[in-house]
């Protein structure tokens, strides 16, 4: 039986992470997924959305992330690959990079063209202010897109297969 490892999935919001992340693990025998959002919103009293910028979002997704890796430790304890969905710049990123160090941990950047990301997002009929939301992330990751340690996929003209085979191969490397 291979060992288990983990996989990051990130990218702005519509760039597929979640249905990515889920079909991922359907492939392997012991998997499971993390959805960093399920974990934020576990938060009741207090809870913030992840922008604007505040010293209670940076407290809230470090402790998200924190949460992620205690639960991906657990599954992977048990020899389950993990698959985790999130938003993460720099910082969480070297979150995840530095707790998983001794772990086999792959990246990847899901980051379609703003245009095919907008198509997305408006057929999914998410609200206004999430948009301009996405808008300002897909700038942030393609300025950084090249500065981080994570493999960069552009599913601009991907169907979900597509995106799933490419990183698949990249995986069971």
């Known amino acids: 039986m291979k060992k288990a490892f983990i996989c990051l999935i990130t990218g702005p919001a519509g760039s597929g992470k979640s249905s990515v992340s889920k079909a991922l693990a ?72 530095d707790h998983f160090k001794d772990k086999d941990f792959k990246a990847f950047l899901l980051l379609p063209s703003l245009e095919s990301l907008l198509v997305r997002f408006d057929n999914r009929g998410d609200d206004q202010e999430l948009r301009l939301r996405t808008a300002e992330l897909h700038k942030i990751f393609l300025d950084k897109k090249d500065t981080l340690n994570w493999q960069v996929i552009d599913s601009s003209n991907h169907t979900l297969e597509k995106t799933i085979e490419q990183i698949y191969k990249e995986i069971i490397l």
């Not at 604007?52 to 389950?80: M, W």
Request: proline share 3%; charged share 30%; net charge negative.
């Open 26 to 97: 359907s492939k392997f025998e012991h998997s499971a997924v993390i959805e960093v959002d399920t974990l934020r919103h576990m938060i009741k009293g207090g809870y913030v959305r992840p922008w604007p910028h505040t010293e209670e979002v940076d407290i809230q997704l470090l402790l998200s992330a924190e949460n992620a890796c205690s639960i991906a430790d657990n599954f992977l304890e048990k020899n389950f690959t993990v698959f985790i969905d999130d938003v993460v710049g720099k910082k969480l990123l070297e979150k995840y990079s």
